[in-house]
């Protein structure tokens, strides 16, 4: 009942500026009054804390001594080469960038600040307020003013359901150029390190099933590359912290499962992995150097 209230409210803020990007909304977001009746919503880039007046946010902004989201930086990317400015991890040009872990219990208004900031771009997610039992993993770009908040994915501290993401999101300035694969990847990362496979909470809404669709292509080509396509499905997912379902899922999308007296069984040769691989090599993809991660599972 209260989902489909909340599924048929019209949108409100029909827009956001928050630090140097002004953003048309998507969605609708439970504001509280009297910002639920604004056409336009200021946000401190920092505490993510909303406004009505430009002129409120930037007295705001001139006590304001937060520069990062309020968390422990969990991952930093490695330095440029000092000979070579404009290199970064091969042929993609970006930013430095950062991982914040912030503790939806330790920050809590910040963590719903950020979850309705991100409800304006996500259909169908109805978490806004309880945010404890939640750790929010937050990406920045750097440069001399702040780390610049580009996206985040949140994930429950203990999910019955083994999920690995609740909810992922790119601010739409920074969509397209490879973030989201890149959290994609992080969230991944995280579950070998805990040593157990993960999978996104469902429903995906149609960009997050077309990024993830891609992440698992990719990383289930690359092992079977490397493996000399000579792995079980339990091997891939190990491998990977993939799931078995969404391995075989994606196999079957590149029609490289066959059944066999009620198993699954992988067809495939090498020239066709490498020939599925060329298809898509020209993905942008941002590296996770993992020397460079420093993160324990939460207890
Ligand atoms: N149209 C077509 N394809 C797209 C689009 C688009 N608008 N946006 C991204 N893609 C594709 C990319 O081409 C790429 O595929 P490729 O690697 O095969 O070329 C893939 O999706 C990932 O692209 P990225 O640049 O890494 O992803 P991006 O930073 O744009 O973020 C995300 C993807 C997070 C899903 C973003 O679109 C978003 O925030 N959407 C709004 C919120 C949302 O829907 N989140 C997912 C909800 S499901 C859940 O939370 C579990």
């Given amino acids: 009942e209260k989902e489909h209230q909340e599924k048929t409210k019209v949108k409100n803020i029909q827009s956001v500026e928050l630090g140097r990007h002004e953003m048309d909304t998507w969605y609708y977001s439970p504001y509280p009054e009297p910002y639920a009746s604004c056409q336009k919503l200021y946000i401190c880039e920092y505490t993510l804390k909303y406004f009505r007046k430009k002129k409120t946010l930037l007295r705001h902004l001139a006590k304001c001594t937060l520069r990062h989201p309020p968390g422990d930086e969990i991952y930093r990317s490695p330095p440029a ?3 070579d400015p404009t290199y970064v991890g091969g042929a993609v040009t970006s930013p430095p960038i950062s991982m914040f872990e912030v503790d939806g219990k330790k920050s809590k208004v910040y963590c ?4 309705l900031l991100s409800k304006l771009f996500l259909d169908h997610k109805t ?18 003013q702040g780390y610049h908040i580009v996206g985040y994915f949140s994930k429950e501290k ?9 909810c992922i999101l790119t601010l739409p300035p920074y969509q397209r150029k490879g973030y989201g694969r890149f959290l994609i990847a992080f969230s991944y990362e995280l579950s070998k390190k805990e040593g157990r496979v993960g999978s996104p909470e469902r429903p995906l809404s149609d960009l997050g ?9 990719r990383e289930i080509l690359e092992v079977l590359r490397e493996h000399k396509a000579s792995l079980s499905i339990k091997d891939i997912s190990e491998r990977t912290a993939i799931r078995t379902d969404d391995v075989v899922k994606t196999l079957e999308s590149l029609s490289l ?6 198993d699954h069984i992988i067809s495939v040769t090498q020239k066709i992995v490498d020939e599925h691989l060329k298809t898509i090599a020209n993905q942008k993809n941002i590296d996770i150097d993992l020397s460079r991660l420093h993160w324990t599972p939460y207890r």
């Fill in 81 to 83: 080469p000092a000979n």
């Fill in 112 to 115: 719903q600040n950020l979850c």
């Fill in 127 to 144: 978490l806004y307020y309880d945010v404890d039992p939640f750790l929010f993993y937050v990406l920045c770009e750097k440069d001399a």
């Fill in 158 to 166: 203990n999910s019955a359901e083994g999920n690995n993401l609740a």
């Fill in 209 to 217: 099933a077309v990024s993830y669709r891609s992440y698992w292509t």
């Fill in 257 to 262: 499962i066959k059944y066999w007296k009620g």
